[in-house]
């Protein structure tokens, strides 16, 4: 099984950013998918959910209405659209499926 996150990026407040996932190694479409963050200092936290098919999501308070959850299940692909970023919601980006992580993409919200 592998994860591999890509996308993270230094932007200012109010930017935008598009986390992608690639996985492989098992059967994407079988399984909820979830993204967590990990901030300097910090445990790591849950941000989003979703469904095998898609259809359902959740998000965290903090990143509701500003981020949303996303997946290709032909394509393999998780995705996060961040949008209206934050300073707070600078931290390391992870990719979670059945029990494993990826190495995670750092996005960084500064001016």
């Known amino acids: 099984v592998r994860l591999v996150e890509s996308g993270g990026g230094t932007v200012q407040p109010g930017g935008s950013l598009r986390l992608s996932c690639a996985a492989s190694?098992?059967?994407?479409?079988?399984?909820?998918m979830y993204w967590y963050r990990q901030a300097p200092g910090k445990e790591r936290e849950w941000v989003a959910t979703?469904?095998?098919?898609?259809?359902?999501?959740d998000y965290a308070k903090s990143v509701e209405g500003r981020f949303t959850i996303s997946r290709d299940n032909d394509e393999n692909m998780l995705h996060l659209l961040m949008n209206n970023l934050k300073p707070e919601d600078t931290a390391l980006y992870f990719c979670?499926?059945?029990?494993?992580w990826g190495q995670g993409t750092q996005v960084t919200v500064s001016s």
């Open positions: 190694g098992f059967t994407f479409r079988n399984y909820g």
């Open positions: 979670h499926g059945l029990t494993y």
């Open positions: 979703i469904s095998n098919g898609g259809v359902v999501t």
